[in-house]
Each structure stands twice: as structure tokens, then as C-alpha cells.
């Protein structure tokens, strides 16, 4: 259901009172042109070896970025992957399900 409704709207809106006027008190400013750091790569070995354990590639990176060598991710990371990997597994099947 619609109303028709009038409003008054004056012709000219004066927004000046929105404009900036330069950096304020304690406001620090970037520094220009300066790239913006790029995110972190992951080891591709250690990506690949886990992923020959079985792991998900995702899950591979995660890990081999968390560690850094394959020995820290064997250290732990496996036990976590498969949770991450079984919880993913679990909730696939939970969406599959008919009800």
C-alpha cells in the first residue's frame, strides 16, 4: 500500500557545513605514495606436502602461513586441519541433508 505524500525540498541544499577543513588536533596523516603492503605468500612446498597428507588446500595454506616450515606444521597443525576439515564435512552434509 503507497501514500502519495508531498515534501517540501528547497532547490538548493547547502552542504558546507559537511566540507573538511584539513587534518584536525591530533589526526595523523599517511604518508603518500607508498605502496600497500602485500599480503603474505605461503611456502608452496609446504603447501604441497600437506596437501599429499590429504588436507585441504585452504586449510594447507592456513597452516604453512601460521608456520612458516613443514616441521611447525607437522608440530600440531595436522590435528587442527582435521577439525577445520571435519567440522567443513560435517556442515556440508548438514546443508545436503533433506529435511
Not at 600497500?36 to 586449510?59: D, I, R, S, T, Y
Not at 606444521?73 to 590435528?79: A, D, K, R, S, V
Request: include cysteine; proline fraction near 9%; aromatic fraction near 4%.
Amino acid at each position: 500500500m503507497y501514500a502519495d505524500v508531498f515534501v517540501d525540498v528547497p532547490e538548493e541544499l547547502d552542504l558546507s557545513m559537511l566540507k573538511g577543513s584539513g587534518p584536525q588536533g591530533e589526526e595523523e596523516l599517511l604518508p603518500e605514495g607508498e605502496e600497500p603492503k602485500k599480503a603474505p605468500e605461503p611456502n608452496a612446498a609446504v603447501v604441497a606436502q600437506l596437501q599429499m597428507m590429504g588436507f585441504p588446500e585452504l586449510h594447507c595454506k592456513k597452516a604453512a602461513l601460521n608456520s612458516g616450515t613443514l616441521g611447525c606444521c607437522l608440530h600440531g597443525w595436522p590435528n587442527e586441519l582435521k577439525e577445520l576439515t571435519k567440522n567443513c564435512l560435517v556442515q556440508a552434509t548438514r546443508i545436503r541433508k533433506p529435511r
